[in-house]
């Protein structure tokens, strides 16, 4: 409203039909709710071909032969590892294996108390260590990796360990300068006592980390998307989608005590790889030893690893054969978006099968 005029008017018959459309929204709902099933996530079929405690190595099934190295799918802690296999249509490991990509995704299972004091050496040298041994193993040489978020941090860090013993690196949405001024999540973190959480706590319970990242984006995350299903309420198929999703976001893990302590205090609060600090058990972790081939993706909207935090990436990896890709979307959307189907495993298979002669 203008300076000087008027007050405001509404006409309550335009109310009134908003009110009539928005009624007629939920009694479609109802009807389409009784309609729709339970709904999970993981599209394609899977084979367990390792295991240690709860971590469990799955080969994915593809519908051609599968040829070239195994590649090792690395996932964040905090999440189910399914966000790359969310569902037929959304599932960057059923576009890998369209290609003829061999796939493989390490799960971490769901910590609980006896996990409390597992520490990133556990993660990094023990569980993925042992995948990459399985499977190098039976492919008679070096695996290609591909880390997702902090599983691309741990990649990173098991690369700089281990340069024998990976082919190539693929990094995606992955943090490498933790302190970007863009990064709210980071200036949260640095601020928190982690000492006196974990030691109050033991394992870091996924309710609590869910509300966190809730809160970078409140009015988005906790209220304009369930305003914007209501439109979607007649199409069974969208609420499905709706729903798979929203049943993997709060299908979280618990936090291991020890490394989610060690993790914040390393990278978010002391910004270890570019200060050049990061320890993985007794071995110092130098990215210049990270040699082989490097494709960093990150998404231009990310509002959890802003593009910055991974394109420090570049000036640190002692690698001579470095590629960065951006990709339109967010965090997730990287994955689920239909561009990214399009456009990310193409995007991978190429690079790799470049390098690998496939």
């Known amino acids: 409203m203008s300076a000087g005029s008027g007050p405001l008017h509404f006409n309550p018959l335009d109310l009134a039909q908003e009110a009539w459309e928005f009624q007629k929204h939920l009694a479609d709902g109802m009807r389409t709710l009784g309609q729709v099933e339970d709904v999970d996530y993981g599209a394609t079929e899977r084979q367990e071909v390792w295991r240690d405690g709860k971590t469990v190595l799955y080969r994915f099934v593809g519908e051609r032969p599968a040829k070239g190295p195994p590649l090792l799918i690395v996932y964040a802690l905090v999440n189910r590892p399914y966000m790359v296999d969310l569902q037929a249509d959304r599932s960057l490991v059923k576009g890998l294996l369209a290609l003829g990509m061999d796939v493989y995704v390490i799960d971490w299972g769901y910590p609980d108390r006896s996990d409390r004091y597992l520490t990133l050496d556990d993660y990094i040298n023990r569980y993925i260590d042992g995948a990459v041994e399985h499977l190098a193993a039976a492919a008679g040489g070096p695996v290609n990796l591909l880390g997702v978020c902090q599983g691309g941090a741990f990649s990173l ?202």
């Open 157 to 358: 860090c098991y690369a700089a360990l281990h340069p024998e013993k990976v082919r190539n690196l693929v990094t995606m949405v992955t943090p490498v300068d933790f302190q970007t001024p863009d990064n709210m999540l980071s200036s949260w973190v640095r601020e928190l006592d982690v000492d006196l959480f974990v030691d109050a706590l033991g394992n870091v319970p996924a309710d609590l980390m869910n509300a966190s990242y809730l809160m970078l984006k409140p009015f988005r995350l906790n209220l304009q998307k369930y305003v914007g299903l209501v439109d979607t309420l007649g199409n069974p198929k969208a609420v499905e989608d709706f729903l798979r999703m929203e049943k993997w976001i709060f299908d979280s893990p618990d936090q291991a005590g020890e490394a989610f302590r060690d993790f914040i205090k390393q990278f978010y609060q002391g910004n270890a790889f570019v200060e050049g600090t990061a320890r993985i058990g007794d071995a110092p972790v130098d990215l210049g030893f990270v040699d082989m081939p490097v494709l960093n993706i990150y998404a231009e909207q990310d509002h959890l690893v802003p593009p910055d935090a991974s394109r420090a990436l570049a000036g640190l990896v002692g690698s001579r054969d470095y590629t960065e890709l951006g990709f339109k979307g967010g965090h997730i959307g990287i994955y689920v978006s239909s561009r990214a189907q399009r456009e990310v495993p193409a995007a991978i298979h190429r690079w790799l099968a470049a390098r690998d002669g496939t």
